[in-house]
C-alpha cells in the first residue's frame, strides 16, 4: 500500500492580505520601558473607536522585537486598509502606565526591513 503525499497549494497574491507597517515614536517626560503597556493601550484606543470587530478587521499586531526602549520607537503591523484609523486611535492616548504620553506616527512602510532601517536604526 502506497501513500501518496499530497502538498498544500499556497495562496495565490491576490487572496493574500496586504500588510503596511506603521512606525511610532512616544513623547513622555520619562521613559516608558514596559512595550506591553503601550501595545495594550493602543489596542484599548482602537476598540474604544472601532469595536472589537474593526480590531479583528484590521488586524493589528504590535511586534515587541523591534521595540527601541532608548529611542522611544516601535512597529505595528496593520492592514492596508486601516492604517489611517490605527494614526487616528493614536491621537487618543495620553497617558501609559500612570505616565502622560504622546504616541506620534512617523512613517508607514509596505515592508518590515525598510521601516525598520529607515526610521528606527538610523
Known amino acids: 500500500m502506497t501513500r501518496i503525499k499530497k502538498r498544500l497549494k499556497s495562496l495565490l497574491p491576490v487572496l493574500k492580505e496586504r500588510n503596511r507597517y506603521v512606525v511610532f515614536e512616544i513623547i513622555s517626560g520619562s521613559k516608558i520601558r514596559d512595550f506591553r503597556a503601550v501595545s495594550n493601550q493602543v489596542l484599548a484606543s482602537y476598540s474604544r473607536l472601532y469595536g472589537e470587530a474593526g480590531l479583528a478587521?484590521?488586524?493589528?499586531?504590535?511586534?515587541?522585537?523591534?521595540?527601541?526602549?532608548?529611542?522611544?520607537?516601535?512597529?505595528?503591523?496593520?492592514?492596508?486598509?486601516?492604517?489611517?484609523?490605527?494614526?487616528?486611535?493614536?491621537?487618543?492616548?495620553?497617558?501609559?502606565?500612570?505616565?502622560?504620553?504622546?504616541?506620534?506616527?512617523?512613517?508607514?512602510?509596505?515592508?518590515?526591513?525598510?521601516?525598520?532601517?529607515?526610521?528606527?536604526?538610523?
Not at 512602510?109 to 536604526?121: D, F, R, T, V
Open 57 to 122: 478587521k484590521a488586524n493589528i499586531l504590535p511586534l515587541a522585537d523591534k521595540w527601541n526602549a532608548n529611542k522611544q520607537k516601535g512597529i505595528i503591523k496593520v492592514n492596508h486598509r486601516h492604517v489611517h484609523e490605527l494614526k487616528s486611535a493614536f491621537l487618543f492616548i495620553n497617558r501609559i502606565r500612570h505616565k502622560d504620553a504622546i504616541i506620534r506616527s512617523i512613517g508607514t512602510s509596505g515592508i518590515l526591513k525598510k521601516a525598520h532601517s529607515k526610521y528606527i536604526a538610523s
